[in-house]
């Protein structure tokens, strides 16, 4: 019985990339589709299905609600070991609100830094810019 205006989602991905994890549910989608998608494609699938199912409950539900999720900063590793396809959720406006996880990447720049590799704002910058455009998309 409480108001709320917001749901959130942190940790919503494949726990692995193991192809033991979810071989039997693949293999019955094998042999039930014409033109199967590989294995890395049907998780993105299933994963933007989630998002898009949640994003339609919730509006039905309350269309003021904001439906977000923190993925992780790394856009390579959404893509390619969580199967989380951001950018096809805000294309396909399957949510209101990215909140990346940036603490990882800020651990990983502290680290550096401390190491004296990076020295300023602009290894900064140039780090940041090179993880957004890390995976091409």
């Keep these: 019985n409480y108001y709320i205006d917001c749901i959130h989602f942190d940790d919503y991905f494949y726990p692995t990339t193991d192809e033991e994890f979810d071989k039997k549910s693949y293999e019955n989608y094998i042999a039930t589709s014409e033109n199967p998608l590989d294995l890395q494609e049907w998780r993105r699938a299933n994963v933007n299905a989630l998002i898009s199912s949640c994003y339609t ?10 439906f977000s999720i923190s993925p992780a900063a790394s856009t390579e590793k959404n893509y390619n070991k969580l199967y989380a396809d951001v950018l096809t959720w805000v294309e396909n406006d399957c949510i209101d609100l990215i909140i990346p996880q940036i603490y990882s990447t800020i651990v990983v720049f502290l680290t550096v830094a401390i190491a004296g590799i990076f020295t300023n704002q602009l290894a900064l910058q140039s780090f940041y810019g090179k993880e957004a455009a890390y995976s091409g998309r």
């Design 57 to 66: 409950a919730i509006k039905f539900l309350n269309k003021d609600l904001i």
